[in-house]
């Protein structure tokens, strides 16, 4: 079970980064690319939570109804960091359109094979 | 204050003083840079103490300044002739543009080749050594012409040279833990034999580039030619002899002294195909400056046989030869600049005839040949009696075939460049060509009077040349003022030459023009006997084109094989190397990314091996 | 040996003894090669009539300094010359400066002479002139190179550079270089002809075409000192060879019979060939008389 | 060929990283460090329910200063990348790139709005008590303005405005954290100042949760910007002339 | 203590970056100005830090009031403040370039001042700080800055320029984050000297993975070769001090978190060698790919990356040398290349193409700016008297004392490559005939005022290169103790 959950779980999330990646790398249209980005980023994301999950764990909060007791939380650690990987990728994906949507003015197109007027 | 540091500052406050001069007025600038050609000479023969050394710690290297012998005697050469050509640049430069920079780079190359002189350890030396290189650099595309091609070669050979020396200095260091030269000649004996040759070939590449050795050489011809001639006398008769000093010190203080006298052997051989090659390239030159400039190849080509060889007598030559090269080339170069100036090329197949309208300049253009020549009576011929008797001495008998070849040769474009300039047919677009101004008359007039002087008395040279030889570890080198004598005890008295060749001179001059001379008219060179025909004033009738056709076809298979052609072949090839290099930026993004994908897996599969888990 | 007079007159002396032998000499040349070719030819002292004439004629035009020095160059080079060859073994009146020089000194100080020609030529303006210089030049770069190594082989293997030095050994050994270096004599034999400038290799003053080459602007006086130079030159350069190869000359008859037999040699084989072009006699001196030098000097260094 | 070395890579580098993260297998507790220290202080000291919003705002206060930072650059860049010259030099007005919403939309929105605010302004309030903070509900008060944006072509918002919120939230940030410098036991920047409170008490934690007000705003404000950016074309006319 | 305190170096500037759009409401000039006083200080409290600073005893801040390894701290030690110092100048000398670089185009300079400020703030972060993660952020800071800047002017192709920046550099982030997580699951901790402490116990193999990523991502940012293909494109398509600030400080942090991690952080035996490797192959590349550029920028743009490759195979060697020498050129590559790329702001000011070979004649219309070019490029060269040559003799002597004569080799042959293409346009600069009709822009006095600080800089190291070595050998013995960065960080650490 535990072995299920592990494959499981992280493959999920890097099943995501692999299409993301995958987007990035071989898809044409610029948008598609910022898709793949926004996908890999939330691969990472998903890892990131995953790996801070304890086995039953609760959320790290000492509500009124856990404070006192002993109980298992999972690491808020890595929450609080996934919290700022978020932030920052949507910052990303904001200037990656915005690049887009100049590219697309300039050159009348998303593909990426045509972008490339800067060259060796 | 340290005289040797207060010689640096006053070249180098003379150079900003003839900047700033230049950048306010033309006069004041002028006067300035008269000044400063006054000032170093007299400060240097008067002021300098040069047994005075300083020394100081930079960037954790241990640096020291100081004069030796050695460095002395090419020293000198740098302190005369430089501001003699500083003195002609005045009149030379005249009604060029941007003076500030010339002076300013003029003057720091002599700074350069001041510091390289009086260092004694790498680091300063290296340091010289650059700002010599990119000054003359400066100057060399100077004046606009040929600037990718010629400067760039330029840049790229002096590079190659100064990398090679300073990948040698960067290994001495690591091997001996001191800068110093003196430390490295003490324990070179103590390397292995794979790092003595590392170090001492590589030193010598660095030294071979500037003395323009054989293949190495391709630099030189455009850069002598396309720098102003004013600067192009310092930059073949001293800049080059920097070479030759540092060739001096690593031949003989290094390779003669473990037993490794093959690397100085090969060096001498390299010298020799250098003097026969350059001198047949440059029979064929029809512009002057190119001329010279081949020339300058084949004079330093022997100048590197004789330190090569590396007897008493060769070294001796090798280093007369320096100096007596850096005059004649000297007055050779300020010549060809003060017919560039008056009458607007240097193209021997255009100018003709202007003995009679330059007579000084001519006149020190003759005797710089005959010096040049190695013809008796005067001082070039003292060298090259030193340099073949030292060869024959040491048997080298091939080398003396080599060198003769080469000097015989030599007299061709001896003869081609007077005959090319200054005799033949005086035509009528050159009439209005007159003598060059006294300013650069009397630099020329100085240098020729010290080529006749030495023809009689080349004591006065070998006096330094023998004190700079204690420090190659010859000491008690015998000389004479006048008596040349070689290893087998046979010799020749100059003087008796001199006096003979005066003596029947003047009592035939005496027979020749009495009653003749003053009777005769002066006719122009168009009234000559033409089998009947009548030439026109305007008919050029100078036979210029093509002056050693003979000798050219003889030539033929010589000339096929052009060394310059394979390395701009190998530059085409490395060009192309490049664009293709280049093609991995393909402008497309994304492939950018695949490539750091494909990185990272490399990595990753790789990653026992790299890591090494 | 002692005082300065005595020296001037040594000298004044051999070089009239120079100036005759070589004058005759030309005769002899001309008178033989016209019965050759089947003519009386001009009496053996022609060469004489005609430098006399030529010195009293009048010098009516000049072109300038350099036109003026060239023969004073050539007579110049030619005295220096004759003063530094030995032109007897020990001879009392003729040792002039023979221990002033050596051989690489008299090979340059040979060239001195052709340089101021050449200039003097040059500066007429004349086409002629400079063709012939320019051939005249190349072809001494042609027969110098044998002529050098057959020198070098000599000095190399007698350890010697000075004329004076290489005669001793052939009077102490007895024999003469020609015999104990013979590879050297033979290339040194192979490149006179190109010194002499006899057919084949005349194509420097080659009068049918040249106008006389660089003499062609030359009259008068300069022409007669031109003449004597030439005459004088000719008897160093045998002189030379004599003390060489053939053990040199113990009295003036002997130096006359060989140099005479010496002589005959390139005036003969003039007489019977055709002009080479200048690469032709390039070429030639660049083959086997070369050849024959590479010899001696392997020879001389092993 | 490209899609089979990027497939290849991509497999071997997914082999990889898979390899190493299943080495220590899912939800294991085997990570010894910081965490346990958190987990005890931030009740205990900082007197914080929410441990992730105390190490967000507290622990780690300087990422949290970093990713406001990022977003504001976001913001800034944004509107560098898409500027153009202010309408009035050409007199156009500004544009919506997106079509007149339905009126159902219209009206639903126009309802919904002001709740999705009080929801953003509620959650950034509790953010030391719930879970959520700041940033989750800056986002949602600007997803009630995207509806708003997206609904309405005239609806526009005043960029002083956000300027203003956006400047004043931001160096409220850190003017706290420097006031930290004065006022706290260890002067150190981003340090509590401010009396604790009892634990799960709004008015609690010191000055995280007014940290966390400040960054519900700039945050909201920010995102508000960025999509009122992207979906306004302000001006077509030339571009500036420039090297 | 309170009025020079490391924490102002992040927290002045963002405090100003948020502010400054409130100030240009006020009174428009201060947008211009506040930015110079922020960065006049800066440079103040880092010279003044800085100089002060205790050998040995780097000045560790604590964040709110929690030791390391439990907050996140900022460490000014030697090393690191040497670097900040360097930045805050060169950020200083930029902002007095810049503050009224154009008229035209450049008239939205509150974004532009504003993501100055940002950016300083990031790369001065990264290098300050001592918690990997709070690096990240930093470093993402300054790449943001980066995409924006880039993407700065219209006319140009500054968009596809910066997307290709984005592109890789969210590939970057993902890899340094990948890293970080994993690094996180091994220790449990983020900060750099707990990791280091810790890091030893890590199975070799996870570590090697963990300093792969961290390669393939910091390497990215450090414009390592394959991944550099950004770094012509963004440099050449930026505004001229923004490419200047690329080259002094933003490639600085990069090539910095690349040298933290491996040195301090993470302890990998082999990575030295891919560094060398790679950094060679940096060199040879960019070197070869600038000598056939016919635009300047982009020339400029691929010696600095080949400048950058120098740098990384210095500090290969993983000898006190090799720091030292690395450290040297860092701080001319700083210098000089800013210098080359302010003035090449202006050289190529008229020019639509900035292409080379409108650069003819140059040196006679303009001819301080193109001095100035001149002797960077003399310097960049190495040059003597300029303070590259002992930036390159201390490398190439720090590579003879690892016995690596290939390289020296290798680095002197791709050094000739560089003098061709500097002297290339040298050459054009001054003796070529100029173009007809040719715009002049002379510089503004402000901008001949910050390069000739920079002038004089290069020129002064160059003469007494002293003034410098202290402080570099300083940084030096800092960067190679890692058990007393451990220990000043965690001075209570018990070694359990």
Known sequence: ?120 | ?613 | MEGIGYKILGAVLTTILAFVVGMFYGGFSRKIIARIQNRVGPPVWQNFLDVLKLLFKKTSVRYGLMHHFAPLWMITMSITTLMFVPVLNDGLFFSNLNFSGDIIFLLYIMVFGSLGMALGAGSTGNPNSAIGVSRGLTQMVGFEIPWVMALVALMIQYKTTSVTGLMEVQSQSGTWLMFSSPFAFIAALLAMPGMFRYSPFDIVGAPAELASGPISEFGGKYLSTMMTSGSIFAFVKLTLYVDLFMGGASNLIVLVLKTFTLYMYPVLWGAVSARFRTEQSVRYFWGWPTFFGFIALIYAAF | ?243 | ?496
Request: include cysteine.
């Open chain 2, 1 to 613: 204050m340290n005289s040797l540091v207060l010689l640096i500052l006053i070249i180098a406050g003379g150079a900003l003083l003839s900047y700033f001069g230049h950048k306010i007025n033309k006069i004041l600038g002028n006067i300035t840079v008269f000044a400063v050609a006054l000032i170093i000479p007299i400060y240097w023969f008067t002021q300098v103490d040069f047994t005075e050394t300083v020394s100081f710690t930079v960037s954790g290297f241990h640096m020291e300044l100081g004069y030796n012998m050695y460095g002395k005697l090419f020293s000198m050469i740098v302190m005369i002739l430089s501001p003699l050509a500083l003195i002609y640049a005045i009149g030379y430069m005249k009604d060029q543009k941007k003076l500030a920079t010339f002076y300013f780079s003029f003057l720091f190359s002599i700074l350069g080749m001041t510091g390289i002189l009086m260092s004694r350890d790498f680091v300063s030396l290296f340091i010289f050594w650059e700002i010599m290189t990119w000054s003359s650099y400066l100057l060399v595309i100077f004046l606009g012409k040929d600037v990718q091609k010629t400067g760039i070669k330029y840049m790229v050979f002096s590079a190659i040279g100064a990398y090679a020396m300073l990948m040698a200095i960067v290994i001495i260091y690591k091997n001996t833990g001191s800068m110093m030269l003196s430390d490295y000649f003490g324990s070179f004996a103590g390397f292995t034999l794979q790092t003595k040759l590392l170090t001492g070939i590589l030193l010598l590449l660095g030294f071979a580039v500037k003395s323009a050795v054989m293949p190495l050489h391709v630099w030189a011809p455009g850069a002598y030619s396309n720098t102003p001639m004013a600067y192009t006398s310092v930059f073949s008769g001293a800049l080059s002899k920097m070479g030759i000093y540092g060739l001096g010190f690593v031949v003989v203080n290094l390779f003669a002294q473990a037993n490794l006298e093959i690397v100085g052997y090969v060096l001498a051989w390299m010298g020799a195909i250098t003097a026969v090659l350059a001198t047949f390239s440059a029979v064929f030159q029809h512009d002057a400056k190119k001329l010279l400039a081949y020339s300058s190849i084949a004079q330093l080509g022997y100048i590197v046989t004789g330190i090569g060889i590396g007897t008493e007598l060769s070294i001796m030559a090798g280093l007369y030869l320096a100096v007596l090269h850096a005059a004649f080339k000297g007055v050779l170069f300020m010549v060809v600049g003060a017919v560039e100036r008056q009458a607007g090329t240097t193209d021997m197949n255009v100018v003709s005839g202007l003995a009679r309208k330059m007579p000084f300049t001519f006149f020190t253009a003759l005797i710089a040949i005959i010096a040049l020549a190695g013809i008796p009576p005067l001082g070039g011929f003292v060298g090259k009696w030193m340099l073949y008797e030292s060869l024959i001495n040491n048997s080298n008998f091939l080398m003396v075939i080599m060198i003769f070849l080469s000097s015989t040769a030599a007299f061709l474009y001896c003869f081609k460049f007077l005959f090319g300039l200054f005799l033949g047919q005086q035509e009528p677009e050159f009439d209005h060509v007159k003598e060059a101004s006294p300013v650069m008359i009397i630099p020329m007039l100085l240098l020729s009077v010290f080529l006749l002087v030495t023809g009689a008395y080349p004591g006065i040279v070998f006096k330094y040349v023998a004190e700079g030889m204690t420090n190659l570890g010859f000491h008690d080198v015998n000389w004479q003022m006048s008596v040349l004598t070689n290893a087998w005890g046979d010799s020749v008295n100059v003087q008796h030459v001199y006096l003979s060749v005066v003596v029947v001179f003047v009592a035939f001059l005496i027979f020749i023009t009495w009653r003749g001379y003053k009777h005769s008219t002066k006719i122009s060179t168009k009234d000559i006997s033409s089998s009947g025909e009548m030439i026109k004033p305007e008919d050029n009738m100078t036979y210029a084109m093509d002056f050693y056709k003979p000798f050219q076809r003889v030539l033929q298979p010589i000339l096929k094989w052009k060394i310059n052609k394979y390395y701009e072949d190998f530059g085409k090839g490395l060009e192309a190397l490049f664009d293709f290099m280049r093609r991995i930026y393909t402008g497309n993004g994304q492939t950018y990314a695949v490539y750091v994908i494909i990185f990272l897996a490399i990595l990753l599969i790789f990653s026992k091996s790299i890591f090494g888990y």
């Open chain 5, 1 to 496: 203590m309170v009025i020079t305190d490391p924490v102002y170096f992040i927290a002045l500037p963002l405090l100003t970056a948020f502010l400054l759009p409130l100030f240009g409401k006020i009174y428009k000039p201060l947008i211009g100005i506040i930015p110079g006083l922020v960065f006049a200080f800066l440079a103040y409290i880092s010279f003044d830090l800085y100089l002060n600073l205790v050998p040995g005893k780097p000045i560790i801040i604590q964040m709110a009031g929690w030791a390391p390894p439990w907050g996140i701290n900022l460490v000014f030690s030697e090393f690191s403040g040497l670097i900040v110092t360097l930045i805050t100048f060169l950020a200083f000398l930029v902002w007095v370039y810049s503050y009224n670089f154009k008229k035209v185009g450049f008239d939205n300079s509150k974004k532009y001042f504003t993501l100055l400020m940002l950016m300083v703030a990031g790369s001065i972060g990264v290098v300050l700080t001592g918690d990997i993660f709070n690096m990240f952020v930093f470093l993402e800071i300054t790449a943001i800055y980066s995409y924006g800047l880039t993407a700065f002017y219209k006319g140009r192709d500054s968009a596809e320029a910066a997307f290709k920046y984005l592109l890789l550099g969210s590939l970057s982030s993902v890899f340094i984050l990948l890293a970080i997580l994993l690094l996180y699951k091994q220790v449990g901790t983020l900060n750099m000297a707990d990791i280091a402490v810790k890091a030893q116990s890590i199975d070799p193999k996870m570590k090697s993975i963990i300093a792969i990523l961290f390669f393939v991502g910091l390497g990215i940012e450090a414009e390592m070769f394959p991944m550099n293909g950004w770094v012509p494109d963004a440099y050449s398509q930026a505004p001229g001090p923004v490419a200047a600030s690329f080259a002094g400080m933003l490639a600085k942090s990069g090539i910095y978190a690349l040298i933290r991690v491996f040195y301090t952080v993470l302890e990998v035996k082999g990575v030295f060698d891919l560094l060398l490797i790679m950094g060679l192959l940096t060199i040879i590349f960019a070197e070869f790919s600038a000598m056939r550029q016919k635009h300047l920028r982009r020339m400029l743009a691929y010696s600095s990356i080949g400048q950058m490759g120098l740098i990384m195979v210095a500090f290969s060697f993983n000898t006190k040398a090799g720091i030292f020498a690395g450290l040297f050129l860092m701080f001319n590559h700083a210098i000089i290349k800013t210098l080359l790329f302010l003035s090449s702001g202006f050289l190529t000011y008229s020019t639509k193409q900035k292409k080379i070979r409108d650069l003819d004649g140059f040196g006679k219309i303009m001819p301080f700016t193109s001095l100035m070019f001149g002797l960077g490029a003399f310097a960049i060269v190495g040059l003597p008297p300029f303070s590259g040559f002992w930036g390159k003799l201390n490398m190439l002597v720090a590579t003879a004392d690892s016995n690596l004569y290939f390289v020296i080799a290798l680095i002197l042959l791709v050094a000739v490559v560089e003098i061709v293409y500097y002297f290339k346009v040298i050459g054009r600069l001054y003796f070529r005939q100029q173009h007809k009709d040719v715009e002049v822009h002379n510089p503004t006095w402000n901008a001949i005022l910050a390069m000739s600080i920079l002038a004089i800089v290069i020129i002064g190291v160059g003469i007494y290169p002293d003034l410098i070595t202290d402080y570099l050998t300083k940084a030096t013995n800092e960067l190679f103790d890692k058990a007393g960065y451990i220990h000043s960080v965690l001075p209570n650490l018990s070694l359990n």
């Open chain 4, 1 to 243: 060929m490209k899609k089979v070395v990027v497939i290849g890579s991509l497999g071997v580098i997914v082999y990889y990283l898979l390899s190493a993260f299943v080495a220590i297998p899912f939800g294991a507790d085997i990570i010894k460090g910081v965490k346990e220290f958190y987990l005890q202080k931030s009740p205990d000291d900082l007197k914080v329910a929410n441990v992730v919003t105390s190490i967000v705002v507290n622990f780690r206060g300087f990422d949290t200063l970093g990713e406001v930072t990022v977003l504001f650059l976001a913001s800034t860049a944004l509107g560098s990348i898409l500027y153009h010259r202010r309408s009035q030099h050409s007199g156009l007005n500004p544009q919506r790139t997106s079509v007149e919403a339905s009126a159902i939309v219209q009206t639903g929105a126009k309802i919904i709005f002001p709740f999705t605010v009080i929801l953003g302004a509620y959650i950034f309030i509790h953010g030391h008590l719930t879970p959520g903070g700041g940033f989750q509900g800056g986002a949602i008060i600007a997803t009630g303005f995207l509806l708003m944006l997206i609904s309405y072509r005239k609806f526009f918002i005043k960029h002083n405005a956000l300027t203003w919120i956006e400047a004043i939230a931001g160096s409220t940030f850190v003017i706290l954290g420097l006031f930290g410098l004065i006022y706290a036991k260890n002067h150190d920047f981003l340090e509590n100042f401010l009396p604790a409170g009892k634990l799960n008490d709004l008015l609690s934690g010191g000055i995280i949760g007014i940290i966390y007000i400040a960054v519900g705003f700039k945050v909201g404000a920010e995102i508000t910007g960025i999509l009122d950016t992207l979906l306004t074309v302000k001006e077509t006319g030339l571009d500036p002339e420039e090297n």
């Open chain 1, 1 to 120: 079970m535990q072995e299920f959950l592990t494959y499981s779980i992280y493959g999920t999330a890097f099943f995501l980064m692999l299409l993301g990646l995958y987007a990035v790398l071989m898809k044409k249209n610029l948008v598609k690319i910022v898709i793949g980005l926004t996908v890999l980023d939330s691969g990472l994301n998903l890892l990131f939570v995953a790996v801070g999950y304890i086995s039953g764990g609760t959320a790290p909060i000492f509500s009124p109804a856990v404070v006192g007791k002993h109980v298992i939380m999972t690491d808020p650690v890595p929450q609080a960091l996934v919290l700022t990987a978020i932030v920052i990728g949507f910052g990303v994906t904001a200037v990656a359109l915005a690049l887009v949507v100049r590219l697309y003015r300039k050159h009348n197109t998303t593909n990426i094979d045509e972008i490339k007027n800067l060259k060796w």
